[in-house]
Nanobody, 124 residues
């Protein structure tokens, strides 16, 4: 049973930082790429970052590259998204997702499971 729970969202001023966490109580992270996506009001959900099963390979959207860092702790079944230098355009609901494929690639994710999302609001 996959149960993804995001946390760490909140309100912050532009230039600030937040760290999001995605916990997998169902212990299904192992062997799967995990990604972060976000959806702003009135916009489609978009890819933010991904990390492979080992934590050795990552990918980022151009809009967050250099500001966000994705990491994972496989022993604890948690994936983190460290967000720095936040901008108002980063405001969105952030979701984590587990790739449906075993040992997939960070270049393309086919989400099999989603978390419930956590709100990030950045004020300018």
């Amino acid at each position: 049973q996959v149960q993804l729970v995001e946390s760490g969202g909140g309100a912050v001023q532009a230039g600030g930082s937040l760290r999001l966490s995605c916990a997998d109580s169902g212990r299904t992270f192992g062997g799967h790429v995990v990604g972060w996506f976000r959806q702003a009001p009135g916009k489609e959900r978009e890819f933010v970052a991904a990390i492979d099963w080992s934590g050795g390979d990552t990918s980022y959207s151009d809009s967050v590259k250099g500001r966000f860092t994705i990491t994972r702790d496989n022993a604890a079944n948690i994936v983190y998204l460290q967000m720095k230098s936040l901008k108002s355009e980063d405001t969105a609901v952030y979701y984590c997702a587990v790739d449906s494929r075993w040992y997939g690639s960070v270049t393309y994710i086919t989400p099999g499971y989603w978390g419930q999302g956590t709100q990030v609001t950045v004020s300018s």
